[in-house]
C-alpha cells in the first residue's frame, strides 16, 4: 500500500511512538494525577513532560495553557464556545472543515452569532482586506484554518492574528492540517487559541489533540467533571489544565503525540517541510503532463502543507480514487473530505477532488509509481 | 508493584489489548469512515465491529445507538446537557462523582435546572422510596451511579430504571464504577442512558468509553464536527453515531477496548465478579482483624463492585496510602475521589478514606501480603 492520505491521518508513525506507547501501557499506565503512588505519578509526570515539550513546540511559555483533547474538533468547539457570548459576531473563512463550519453555523441557528464567511478565489485564497471590511463593533472572533484540508494552501495566518489583535478581536487558528508542516509560533502569530490534532502532521496517535488558551483568556467549558484538583468543589476548577480537563486521559495517546513531536524535533521540521514540498512538486509537475487532469492546488509550492488536490476531467472522484486504490494500491482520498464550502469555492461540490497527501515517511519512488498510475488511467478515460 | 488502584484505571489490561492496539497502529491504522481505500475500510470495519462487541456487552440491540467517547466524563455530559431543557428537575444521588456533580451543579448554577440530591445511609445506601418522593412534574431526568468509586457499594439501578420508565422520566445511568464488574442489560433495567469508561472495568485503555442513547430519544449534542457522512451539509447529521462522534475516532483505542470485551466474555463476567468478590472479603475480613482500622464498604460482599474503602482511626488517609506506596509498594488511592458528596455521606470529608481496588489480575497473595503490610502500619498507629 502507498499510503497517500496522510491529511486524514499520518502513517506510519516514527517507530519510537508505538514502542513508547506501548511500553507506557505494559508497565506504567496508572492514572495520571489521580493518586500519589508510583505508577501513577509516574503517569503524571510522562503527561506533564509531554505537555511541556508539545507547548514547546507552539512557542507556549506556560505550558499549563495547553489542555488535551481527544481530536481537534473537541478543541475547536472548546474554543468556540469557551468565548462566545450571545449576539456576538464571527468571521471564518471559505476554506474551513466542518469541525469549524459545523459549530458556527449551530450557533448562527441558534441565533447566538451572525457569521461571516470571507470567500476566497478559484484556489480558496482570501483577501485579507476582505476580513477588515466584515469587521464590526460585535465581532469577537476570527477563525481561521492555517491549512486547507483540501488543497493544502497556507493561510496569511500571521496577518489575520495582527488584524485581530490590533482590534482585541479573538484569533482562533484550526491547526489540524499544517500542525507538524507549518512552523506554528502563538505569540509571534498572535494566537489567541490554537486547536490542533495529535494523529495527522504531529505524527502522533488517534485520540489526541489539543487546545492552547492564551494567558487571559477565560473560558467557558462544555464539559465538567473530576480533575484530581480541588475534589471537594462542586463545580469546575478555574485554572488551567483542569479547567478543561474533565475526567481521565488518554496517557498512552499523549505520550506517543509527544515522541511524534520529538521525531519533528530531531529531524527538523523544516527538513520536513522541504522533503514534502520535493514530492509534491514532483506530483503536481507530473500530473501536468497528464492528459485530462485538473489541479486545484496552487503551483506555489511553498504555500502548501503537502496536499495535491485533482480530478480527471468529467470523471467522478471516487471513481478514480477506486481504481488508485483497487488496482495500484494507493490510499487516496475522494469526495468532499467534510469541507463543504472549499469545495464550492474550487467548484468541485459535484465531483469532489481526489486528494493526495504526503508524509514525511513518502518516497520518491512512491510518487513516480503514482504518476504513472496516473497515466495508466488518464489512457482509460481519454 | 501490587496494584490495587483498579477504580481508577485498571492495570494491567489483558495481553490481547496491548498486541491488538500496538497491531492496529502499525499495520493499518488509518482514517475509519473516511474515505474509501483498503486501510480505510480495514480500520472502519475493526470500529464497526468494536461496537458490535460492545454493544452486545450491554445488550442494546442496535449497535449504531453507541457511540463512542474520550471518556466516561464526556459521555455523561452529553448525555446530561443533551436532553436537558431550561426548567427541568433532576435526581441523583448521594454518591456520585464529580462527572456526574459538576455538569449538575453548574446546570443549577446557571439556573437552567433545579437539582435534588437522594440522600443515603452511612454507607450510601439509598432509599428507593425517597426518589420517588423528590419527583415532581419537571423532573426530567433521574441520574444514578451504578456502584459508588468510593466504597463500591452497588445501586438499585432495576428498581431506579422501573420507576423512571413508568413516569416518563429519563433514566441516566454511569457506569464508570460497574462496567465489567456487574451485568448490565440496558432493557431489563430500562436504562434510557448509559455512560461508561473504556480503561477501568471493561479492561480497554485510556482515551475510551461511551454514550448509549435509547432510540426514540433526541440528544442536542455538546459538539459538532466532520463525521464523514452527510458532508456538503453545514450541519450536524441526526443519525447515531454520528450525531456524537464529531472528528477522528481513537481506532487503536476502541480496537483495544473490544479486545478488552472480549476478554471478559471468554472468561465469563460471573466468573470475574466472583473472584474479585472473594479477593474482596478476604481483604475486608483481614481487616476487621487489625487494630484501629474503620471500614466504609458493606460486609454485604456481593454488593460491592470491587472496593474495599477503610481508614486507621485519627490518621490521614494520604499518609496511610503514602506508606503502602513508599514501604510495601502497594497502589492505593487516598483522599476524596472526586466525590465529595460520598464521602460527606461517608463521614470522611476531612480525613478521605484509603481506597483498595480490585481486579482480575490481583491474586490472594496479593491481599495477603496487603493484609501484612497494614498490620505492620497499624502496631506503628496504635
New interface residues.
Partial sequence: ?I?L?NA??S???PLR??DE??RC??TY???PG???????IASGKAVSEAREKIAAFFNIDNSLRLAF??????A??IAIKGVIKPGDHVITTCME???V???L??LE?DGIISLSIVEGDNFGRIDIERIIDYINPRTRLIVSTLSSNVNGIIFPVKEMGRIARTRGILFLVDASQGAGAEEIDVDEMNIDLLAF?G?KGLLG?????GIYIREGINITP???????SI??????PEMMPDLIE????????IIGLAYGVDFINKTGLNNIKVFKHSLIKRLMEGMEEIKGIVQYSLKDIDNNSGIAAMNFKGVDS?EV??I??KEF?????????????A?KTLGT?GQGVVRFSVGCFNTVDEIDYTLKALRKISSRFN
Avoid: W
Fill in positions: 500500500m499510503y492520505d486524514a491521518t502513517f506510519p508513525k511512538v508505538y506507547m506501548d501501557m505494559r499506565c496508572a492514572n489521580r493518586g500519589g503512588h508510583a505508577m501513577s483533547t481527544k481530536n481537534a474538533t473537541e475547536i468547539n472543515h466542518n469541525a463550519i459545523r459549530p453555523k449551530t441557528k490534532p494523529h496517535p488517534q485520540g489526541t489533540g462544555i464539559m465538567q467533571g473530576g480533575t484530581g475534589s471537594d468543589y462542586l463545580y469546575q474533565s475526567g481521565t486521559l488518554n496517557t498512552p495517546g471516487s480514487s477506486y488508485l486504490d494500491g494507493i490510499a487516496t482520498r475522494a469526495g468532499l473530505h467534510c469541507a463543504p464550502l469545495h461540490t
